[in-house]
C-alpha cells in the first residue's frame, strides 16, 4: 500500500471568478481551442506567455471576435490572478494617465498571461452553457417569467439567473466530464496525430502539470494542508502513482488522467459542504421573528485563501452590519434576502447578490467582482475589480470601477450612478486590494453578447444629477477618512453644492422670519409631520427604524418619534464584539 493518498478538488475562484455567468462564444469550443494550442506554441510572443497584442491577434483575426469581447477575457483572467496590491495600484496608474486610445493599447501590450493557464481558462467558458438535451426535457427551459423584452436573449437570460458559478458540485461534474479534453490542450503539438487526436504514449510536460494548479488543488492523507496540483505532486510515492518519468522529467498522459479520476472530490470548502457544517456568523443582536429564517454561515475560519466563504441567505426587514477580518478577502454570497439594509464594510474577495429584492447593500472595497444577478429594486453601493449585472430589473448601482460595468442579457430598468459614499478606514481598505480612484469607468457599461459586443442600450441609464444625493453610513468607525476620497464627476458636484446652498437660505429664512417660542414650536411641529409623512411614503421608515436603540424601535410610531435633533450617526460598529456584550443596541452589528 502506497504511503499517501491524495485528495483533488476543482479550486473555487476559477469558476467563481474566472467564468463570465453568460453564454460562452462559440469559438471557444474544443474544435478552436485545439487549433489555438497548437498554434500558440509555434509563433513568437505566445508561449509560455502570450500577450496582449498575439492574444488580440487570435482572438479577432482567427476566432472572429470582438476586440471589445477579446479584452473582457484577457482583462478577465489577470484579474484572477494573484497579484500584490502594489502591483495593482502601479497598472492602475499606469491607465490612469493614458490619455488616447493608441496610449492605451500601448500600456495593454505591456500585458501578459501564462499560455496554458489562459487555453484552460477559456475552455472553463463553457460551465454556464446550457444543454440541448436537457433543455427539450424542460429541465433548462428559459423561464416565463423573465422580464427580458428580447426572445432572441431568453437562452443567455436563462443562464444569467441560474448560473453555475457557486455550484461546487457542478464544478466537480464538469472538470470529470471534460478532464481528457482539458488535458489534451496542454500536450505538445508533436504529440498529436495528424488528424490532431491525442497519442496513446503522450506525455505531460512539469510545467503543463504546473498550469493545472489553476484549477485543481488538494491534501494528502487527510492532511489539513492544502497545495496546488503540482506541488501535491512533489512527493515520490503520488509521482510514482501519477505516471511520472524521472528520465523524461514527464507524466504519461494516460496514467495521469487514471490518477486524477481516483483522486477527484468535491470541494471540502465549498458552500454545498460549509452550508451544512459551517460556523455560524455571530451578531450582535437579532430583532425577534426578523432572522427566523435567515441562515448565515461562514468557513473563514479553516478555509485557505481562495476559498473564504460567507453565506447570508434570506435576511428579511433587518439592518445588518459588520466590520470584521472575519470578513476580509472573503467571497460572499447574499441570497433572497429582501426588505433588508446591508452593510459589509470589510476588504472583500469577491460579492454575488442572488436573487434578494428591495434592499440595499453597501460593501467595503471588493478586490475582484460584484455580480447582481435575478435581482428586483435593489440598491448596491461598492467599489470593485468589476461590476456584472444580469437579469435584474429596477435596480440602481453606485460604482467605482477601473473596468467597464459589464451587462450581461436579462435586464431592465438599470440605472448607473457615481459612488457616492465613504466612511473613516475606506482608503486603507482600498490600498489593501489594490484598487485606485483612477481610472473609473462606471459610466462606460459594456452590453455584453457572446459573439460580440450587443448595442441595444435601453436596459440601462446614467442617473441624472437631479436624482443624485450622497449616502451617509449611519456609523462611527476608527480611521482617518472623513470625506470623499475623489472628487465627484462634476455635474453631480454642482448638484449637492446647490442643495446645501438651498438648505442654507433656508435656515437663513427661517432665522429672520423671528418666530417667538409658541410659533417656533408650531413650525417645528409641522416639519416633523411632513418629515414623518415623507418617510411612510417613500419606506425609509423602516431603516431609521433599524437604527434606533431597541427600546424605542418595537413601539415608536409617527406621534412618539424623536425629535429632528435626533442624530442617527451616533451608532458604533462594533469589532468581533461578542452578541451578549452588546445586547440591546442596534443595527444589527459586530
Not at 378 to 404: E, K, Q, Y
Not at 413 to 429: A, M, R
Not at 462 to 481: A, H
Request: aromatic content about 8%; proline content about 6%.
Amino acid at each position: 500500500m502506497d504511503k499517501y493518498t491524495a485528495c483533488v478538488w476543482p479550486r473555487l475562484e476559477p469558476f467563481l471568478i474566472g467564468v463570465l455567468p453568460a453564454t460562452a462564444p462559440s469559438k471557444f469550443s474544443m474544435h478552436y481551442l485545439r487549433k489555438m494550442a497548437s498554434y500558440v506554441r509555434t509563433r513568437d510572443g505566445c508561449f509560455p506567455r502570450l500577450g496582449w497584442h498575439m492574444w488580440r491577434h487570435i482572438a479577432c483575426g482567427k476566432l472572429q471576435l470582438a476586440e471589445e469581447l477579446a479584452w473582457l477575457y484577457f482583462e478577465t483572467f489577470d484579474l484572477l490572478m494573484p497579484r500584490s496590491a502594489e502591483q495593482r495600484l502601479e497598472w492602475a496608474e499606469a491607465l490612469s494617465q493614458c490619455h488616447s486610445p493608441k496610449e492605451l493599447d500601448r500600456q495593454r501590450c505591456q500585458l501578459s498571461v501564462d499560455t496554458l493557464q489562459f487555453l484552460l481558462f477559456l475552455y472553463l467558458q463553457q460551465l454556464n452553457r446550457i444543454s440541448l438535451r436537457t433543455s427539450l426535457i424542460g429541465e433548462e427551459w428559459p423561464s416565463p417569467r423573465s422580464r427580458s423584452p428580447s426572445s432572441s436573449s431568453e437562452r443567455d437570460t436563462k443562464i444569467s439567473s441560474q448560473n453555475k458559478n457557486w455550484d461546487d458540485q457542478a464544478h466537480l461534474a464538469f472538470i470529470q466530464t471534460h478532464l481528457a479534453e482539458l488535458l489534451e490542450l496542454l500536450v505538445e503539438p508533436g504529440q498529436l496525430s495528424s488528424s490532431g487526436q491525442v497519442l496513446r504514449d503522450s506525455q505531460l510536460t512539469s510545467e503543463a502539470i504546473e498550469s493545472l494548479s489553476l484549477l485543481l488543488e488538494g491534501s494528502v492523507s487527510h492532511s489539513r494542508t492544502v497545495h496546488p496540483i503540482h506541488k501535491l505532486l512533489s512527493r515520490s510515492a503520488l509521482q510514482s502513482q501519477a505516471g511520472f518519468s524521472k528520465l523524461s522529467r514527464s507524466y504519461s498522459l494516460q496514467q495521469f488522467q487514471g490518477f486524477l479520476r481516483q483522486a477527484l472530490c468535491l470541494n471540502p470548502f465549498g458552500i454545498s459542504t460549509f452550508s451544512q457544517s459551517g460556523k455560524k456568523l455571530a451578531w450582535a443582536i437579532q430583532v425577534e421573528g426578523t432572522l427566523k429564517k435567515a441562515k448565515i454561515f461562514r468557513n473563514t475560519h479553516v478555509a485557505p485563501p481562495g476559498s473564504r466563504l460567507v453565506l447570508m441567505s434570506q435576511v428579511c426587514k433587518q439592518t445588518l452590519a459588520k466590520d470584521s477580518e472575519k470578513l476580509n478577502d472573503a467571497n460572499i454570497k447574499l441570497h433572497r434576502c429582501s426588505e433588508a439594509f446591508i452593510y459589509l464594510l470589510s476588504p472583500l474577495r469577491s460579492v454575488t447578490l442572488d436573487k434578494c429584492r428591495n434592499s440595499t447593500v453597501v460593501l467595503g472595497p471588493v478586490g475582484t467582482t460584484v455580480h447582481i444577478q435575478s435581482c428586483e429594486n435593489v440598491r448596491v453601493v461598492c467599489v470593485a475589480g468589476r461590476l456584472t449585472v444580469g437579469g435584474s430589473f429596477d435596480c440602481t448601482i453606485h460604482c467605482l470601477t477601473p473596468t467597464r460595468p459589464l451587462l450581461l442579457p436579462g435586464n431592465v430598468s438599470l440605472t448607473l450612478g457615481p459612488f457616492h459614499t465613504h466612511y473613516p478606514s475606506l482608503e486603507d481598505h482600498m490600498a489593501s486590494v489594490g484598487l485606485a480612484v483612477v481610472p473609473n469607468l462606471w459610466d462606460q457599461p459594456l452590453l455584453f453578447g457572446a459573439e460580440g459586443c450587443a448595442s441595444d442600450t435601453g436596459c440601462y441609464r446614467i442617473q441624472p444629477p437631479s436624482e443624485f444625493y450622497p449616502l451617509v453610513i449611519p456609523f462611527q468607525m476608527e480611521g482617518d477618512n472623513c470625506e470623499f476620497p475623489w472628487d465627484l464627476p462634476a455635474d453631480y458636484q454642482k448638484a449637492v453644492e446647490g442643495r446645501e446652498k438651498a438648505i442654507e437660505e433656508w435656515q437663513k429664512t427661517v432665522k429672520e422670519a423671528h418666530l417667538n417660542k409658541v410659533q417656533r414650536r408650531q413650525f417645528q411641529a409641522l416639519v416633523e409631520q411632513k418629515f414623518h409623512e415623507w418617510l411612510l411614503e417613500t419606506g425609509q421608515r423602516q431603516e431609521l427604524d433599524s437604527l434606533l436603540p431597541s427600546a424605542l424601535t418595537p413601539s415608536t410610531s409617527v406621534d412618539h418619534w424623536p425629535s429632528s435633533h435626533t442624530s442617527y450617526s451616533g451608532l458604533n460598529v462594533l469589532k468581533d464584539q461578542p452578541p451578549e456584550q452588546a445586547m440591546g443596541r442596534t443595527p444589527t452589528v459586530c
